[in-house]
Antibody
Protein backbone atom coordinates (compact mmCIF):
# COMPACT_ATOMS: atom_id res chain seq x y z
CA UNK A 1 0.00 0.00 0.00
CA UNK A 2 1.20 3.49 -0.81
CA UNK A 3 2.92 5.32 2.01
CA UNK A 4 4.19 8.88 2.26
CA UNK A 5 6.81 9.90 4.79
CA UNK A 6 7.83 13.46 5.66
CA UNK A 7 11.37 14.07 6.83
CA UNK A 8 13.42 17.07 7.84
CA UNK A 9 14.31 19.24 10.83
CA UNK A 10 11.69 19.75 13.50
CA UNK A 11 13.12 23.07 14.66
CA UNK A 12 13.95 26.06 12.47
CA UNK A 13 15.11 29.51 13.55
CA UNK A 14 13.21 32.62 12.50
CA UNK A 15 14.36 34.06 9.15
CA UNK A 16 15.87 30.72 8.10
CA UNK A 17 14.57 28.19 5.56
CA UNK A 18 12.29 25.29 6.37
CA UNK A 19 13.11 22.25 4.24
CA UNK A 20 11.11 19.03 4.15
CA UNK A 21 11.10 15.98 1.93
CA UNK A 22 8.24 13.62 1.28
CA UNK A 23 9.26 10.14 0.15
CA UNK A 24 6.72 7.98 -1.63
CA UNK A 25 6.87 4.25 -0.92
CA UNK A 26 5.30 1.39 -2.87
CA UNK A 27 4.30 3.44 -5.90
CA UNK A 28 5.93 5.65 -8.49
CA UNK A 29 5.85 9.40 -8.21
CA UNK A 30 6.02 9.58 -12.00
CA UNK A 31 2.39 8.63 -12.68
CA UNK A 32 0.43 11.26 -14.57
CA UNK A 33 -2.67 10.35 -12.58
CA UNK A 34 -1.33 12.00 -9.45
CA UNK A 35 -0.35 15.40 -8.22
CA UNK A 36 1.70 15.89 -5.06
CA UNK A 37 0.63 18.34 -2.41
CA UNK A 38 1.86 20.03 0.76
CA UNK A 39 -0.67 21.03 3.42
CA UNK A 40 0.00 22.50 6.84
CA UNK A 41 -1.93 22.85 10.07
CA UNK A 42 -1.00 25.35 12.75
CA UNK A 43 -1.63 24.20 16.34
CA UNK A 44 -5.37 24.07 17.01
CA UNK A 45 -6.18 25.42 13.55
CA UNK A 46 -7.55 24.15 10.26
CA UNK A 47 -5.88 22.84 7.11
CA UNK A 48 -4.01 25.21 4.80
CA UNK A 49 -2.96 24.23 1.28
CA UNK A 50 0.65 25.26 0.61
CA UNK A 51 1.17 24.12 -2.95
CA UNK A 52 1.09 21.38 -5.56
CA UNK A 53 3.72 19.90 -7.82
CA UNK A 54 2.90 17.94 -10.96
CA UNK A 55 5.02 15.13 -12.37
CA UNK A 56 6.05 17.56 -15.12
CA UNK A 57 7.67 19.70 -12.45
CA UNK A 58 5.11 22.49 -12.83
CA UNK A 59 3.91 24.00 -9.59
CA UNK A 60 1.06 26.02 -8.13
CA UNK A 61 1.26 27.81 -4.80
CA UNK A 62 -1.03 29.37 -2.25
CA UNK A 63 -0.91 33.11 -3.07
CA UNK A 64 -0.40 33.93 0.60
CA UNK A 65 2.87 31.94 0.63
CA UNK A 66 3.93 32.15 -2.99
CA UNK A 67 6.77 34.62 -2.47
CA UNK A 68 8.48 32.29 0.04
CA UNK A 69 7.69 28.77 -1.20
CA UNK A 70 9.38 26.38 -3.59
CA UNK A 71 8.12 22.85 -4.19
CA UNK A 72 10.08 20.48 -6.38
CA UNK A 73 9.93 16.86 -7.44
CA UNK A 74 12.74 14.34 -7.87
CA UNK A 75 11.51 11.19 -9.64
CA UNK A 76 14.93 9.54 -9.33
CA UNK A 77 14.50 9.55 -5.54
CA UNK A 78 10.73 9.12 -5.65
CA UNK A 79 10.28 12.15 -3.46
CA UNK A 80 9.11 15.74 -3.57
CA UNK A 81 10.28 18.62 -1.43
CA UNK A 82 9.14 21.80 0.26
CA UNK A 83 11.24 24.85 0.96
CA UNK A 84 9.77 27.78 2.88
CA UNK A 85 12.08 30.76 3.18
CA UNK A 86 12.29 33.49 5.79
CA UNK A 87 10.15 31.62 8.30
CA UNK A 88 8.40 33.32 11.20
CA UNK A 89 6.84 31.98 14.37
CA UNK A 90 3.46 31.81 12.63
CA UNK A 91 4.89 29.15 10.28
CA UNK A 92 4.96 26.73 13.21
CA UNK A 93 2.71 23.88 12.14
CA UNK A 94 2.35 20.22 11.32
CA UNK A 95 3.34 19.86 7.69
CA UNK A 96 1.66 17.10 5.71
CA UNK A 97 2.43 15.76 2.28
CA UNK A 98 -0.37 14.12 0.34
CA UNK A 99 -1.28 12.60 -3.00
CA UNK A 100 -3.99 14.20 -5.12
CA UNK A 101 -5.61 11.52 -7.25
CA UNK A 102 -7.26 12.66 -10.47
CA UNK A 103 -9.27 9.44 -10.57
CA UNK A 104 -10.67 10.33 -7.16
CA UNK A 105 -11.89 13.65 -8.52
CA UNK A 106 -8.81 15.36 -7.12
CA UNK A 107 -9.33 14.16 -3.59
CA UNK A 108 -6.24 13.78 -1.39
CA UNK A 109 -6.37 10.04 -0.86
CA UNK A 110 -3.04 9.34 0.84
CA UNK A 111 -1.36 11.47 3.49
CA UNK A 112 1.88 11.32 5.38
CA UNK A 113 1.74 11.14 9.15
CA UNK A 114 2.76 14.79 9.41
CA UNK A 115 5.92 16.54 10.60
CA UNK A 116 5.74 19.11 13.36
CA UNK A 117 8.02 22.02 12.56
CA UNK A 118 8.56 24.62 15.26
CA UNK A 119 9.95 28.03 14.41
CA UNK A 120 11.80 29.35 17.40
CA UNK A 121 15.14 30.89 18.29
CA UNK B 1 -10.99 32.85 -5.44
CA UNK B 2 -13.33 30.25 -4.03
CA UNK B 3 -13.82 30.45 -0.27
CA UNK B 4 -15.43 27.57 1.61
CA UNK B 5 -17.44 28.07 4.79
CA UNK B 6 -18.70 25.27 7.00
CA UNK B 7 -21.56 25.16 9.46
CA UNK B 8 -22.10 24.61 12.23
CA UNK B 9 -18.73 25.15 13.83
CA UNK B 10 -19.50 22.49 16.41
CA UNK B 11 -22.19 19.83 16.43
CA UNK B 12 -22.97 18.08 19.74
CA UNK B 13 -24.68 14.74 19.24
CA UNK B 14 -25.09 11.31 20.81
CA UNK B 15 -24.13 7.94 19.32
CA UNK B 16 -26.86 6.67 17.04
CA UNK B 17 -27.97 10.15 15.98
CA UNK B 18 -27.61 11.63 12.49
CA UNK B 19 -25.09 14.38 11.78
CA UNK B 20 -25.67 16.86 8.98
CA UNK B 21 -22.70 19.05 8.08
CA UNK B 22 -22.85 21.90 5.59
CA UNK B 23 -20.19 23.30 3.27
CA UNK B 24 -20.92 26.43 1.24
CA UNK B 25 -18.72 27.79 -1.54
CA UNK B 26 -18.46 31.47 -2.50
CA UNK B 27 -18.84 30.45 -6.15
CA UNK B 28 -19.73 27.30 -8.01
CA UNK B 29 -17.28 24.44 -7.47
CA UNK B 30 -15.68 23.33 -10.75
CA UNK B 31 -16.71 19.90 -11.97
CA UNK B 32 -18.15 18.99 -8.57
CA UNK B 33 -14.59 18.50 -7.32
CA UNK B 34 -15.65 18.60 -3.69
CA UNK B 35 -14.27 16.25 -1.05
CA UNK B 36 -14.76 15.65 2.66
CA UNK B 37 -12.15 14.57 5.22
CA UNK B 38 -12.26 13.32 8.77
CA UNK B 39 -9.47 14.23 11.19
CA UNK B 40 -8.95 12.85 14.66
CA UNK B 41 -6.52 14.35 17.20
CA UNK B 42 -2.90 13.62 16.37
CA UNK B 43 -3.77 12.04 13.03
CA UNK B 44 -3.61 13.07 9.41
CA UNK B 45 -6.89 13.79 7.64
CA UNK B 46 -8.60 10.84 6.01
CA UNK B 47 -10.47 11.10 2.72
CA UNK B 48 -14.14 10.16 3.19
CA UNK B 49 -15.97 11.52 0.14
CA UNK B 50 -14.73 12.59 -3.28
CA UNK B 51 -16.55 14.11 -6.23
CA UNK B 52 -19.38 15.27 -3.91
CA UNK B 53 -20.86 11.80 -3.35
CA UNK B 54 -18.27 9.08 -3.99
CA UNK B 55 -17.18 7.13 -0.93
CA UNK B 56 -13.44 6.52 -0.69
CA UNK B 57 -12.12 3.00 -0.23
CA UNK B 58 -13.07 1.45 3.10
CA UNK B 59 -15.46 4.22 4.15
CA UNK B 60 -18.66 2.87 5.75
CA UNK B 61 -21.93 3.54 3.98
CA UNK B 62 -23.25 5.55 6.94
CA UNK B 63 -21.21 8.40 5.42
CA UNK B 64 -22.82 10.09 2.44
CA UNK B 65 -22.28 13.28 0.51
CA UNK B 66 -24.63 15.36 -1.59
CA UNK B 67 -25.04 18.76 -3.18
CA UNK B 68 -24.03 20.74 -6.22
CA UNK B 69 -22.93 24.18 -7.28
CA UNK B 70 -22.26 26.06 -4.05
CA UNK B 71 -24.08 23.97 -1.43
CA UNK B 72 -22.81 20.63 -0.19
CA UNK B 73 -23.70 18.32 2.68
CA UNK B 74 -21.99 15.49 4.52
CA UNK B 75 -24.42 13.22 6.35
CA UNK B 76 -23.36 10.66 8.92
CA UNK B 77 -26.19 8.26 9.73
CA UNK B 78 -26.22 6.50 13.12
CA UNK B 79 -23.12 8.05 14.64
CA UNK B 80 -20.60 5.56 15.96
CA UNK B 81 -18.20 6.43 18.82
CA UNK B 82 -15.29 6.59 16.35
CA UNK B 83 -17.07 9.25 14.25
CA UNK B 84 -16.51 12.04 16.77
CA UNK B 85 -13.88 14.12 15.03
CA UNK B 86 -13.36 17.25 12.93
CA UNK B 87 -14.62 17.24 9.35
CA UNK B 88 -13.29 19.41 6.54
CA UNK B 89 -14.58 20.04 3.05
CA UNK B 90 -12.13 20.73 0.24
CA UNK B 91 -12.52 21.95 -3.33
CA UNK B 92 -10.27 21.52 -6.33
CA UNK B 93 -10.40 24.17 -8.99
CA UNK B 94 -8.44 26.82 -10.76
CA UNK B 95 -8.31 29.64 -8.25
CA UNK B 96 -6.99 28.52 -5.94
CA UNK B 97 -6.29 24.94 -7.06
CA UNK B 98 -7.05 23.59 -3.60
CA UNK B 99 -8.77 25.12 -0.60
CA UNK B 100 -10.30 23.79 2.60
CA UNK B 101 -13.20 24.86 4.72
CA UNK B 102 -12.55 25.81 8.37
CA UNK B 103 -13.96 22.54 9.68
CA UNK B 104 -16.90 21.28 11.75
CA UNK B 105 -16.24 19.54 15.05
CA UNK B 106 -18.63 16.71 15.91
CA UNK B 107 -18.61 16.38 19.68
CA UNK B 108 -20.08 13.86 22.07
CA UNK B 109 -23.16 15.33 23.73
Amino acid sequence: QLQLQESGPGLVKPSETLSLNCTVFHDSIRSSHYYWVWVRQAPGKGLEWIGTVYNSGDTKYNPSLKSRVTISIDPSKNHFSLRLRSVIVADTAVYYCARCDTSYWYGLDYWGQGKLVTVSS
Amino acid sequence: DIVLTQSPGTLSLSPGERATLSCRASQSVTGNFLAWYQQKPGQAPRLLIYGVAGRATGIPDRFSGSGSGTEFTLTINRLEPEDFAVYYCQQYGSSPPISFGPGTRVDLK
